[in-house]
C-alpha cells in the first residue's frame, strides 16, 4: 500500500492469460495447418524432388513449422512469467535485478528484461 512501484499481479496475471491463449490459439492452428500440409505430402501426388507443388509444400512447411517454433517460444516466456509472478519476481530485470519499467510490462507483460538489458542483449546476438 502506498508503495509506487507496487505491481498490480492480477492485472498482469490476466494479461499473461489473454495473450496466452492468444497464442495458443495460433499455434494450434498453425499445428494444423502443418498436418495439412503433411497430409498433402505423404499423399503421394506431390513429389518433393519433381513435382513443382511438392516444393511449395516443403517451403509451406518450413514456414509454418518457423512461425509455430516462434510462437512456441513466446508462450514458453508467457509461461516464464506467469512463473515469477507465482515466485514473487515478476517485473524484476532478470539480467540485473532492477524493476522493469510498467509501461514496458503493459506492452509486453512477458518482458524478461528492463530496456537498457534488451538493447544490450540485442547489441550481442
Ligand atoms: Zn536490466
Not at 37 to 57: K, Y
Not at 61 to 83: F, K, V
Not at 96 to 105: A, K, N, S, T, V
Request: aromatic share 2%.
Amino acid at each position: 500500500m502506498g508503495d509506487p512501484g507496487h505491481l498490480d499481479l492480477e492485472h498482469f496475471g490476466a494479461l499473461l492469460a489473454a495473450q496466452r491463449a492468444e497464442r495458443e490459439a495460433e499455434a494450434a492452428a498453425l499445428a494444423a495447418s502443418l498436418s495439412d500440409v503433411r497430409a498433402a505430402r505423404s499423399d503421394g501426388t506431390a513429389d518433393d524432388e519433381h513435382d513443382p507443388e511438392g516444393s511449395t509444400l516443403s517451403s509451406d512447411w518450413s514456414r509454418i513449422s518457423g512461425l509455430l517454433a516462434a510462437l512456441r517460444s513466446r508462450i514458453d516466456a508467457i509461461e516464464r512469467a506467469g512463473e515469477r509472478i507465482d515466485a514473487g519476481t515478476y517485473g524484476i530485470c532478470l539480467r540485473r535485478g532492477e524493476r522493469i519499467p510498467l509501461d514496458r510490462l503493459e506492452a509486453l507483460p512477458a518482458a524478461e528484461l528492463c530496456i537498457a538489458c534488451a538493447r544490450e542483449a540485442e547489441v550481442r546476438r
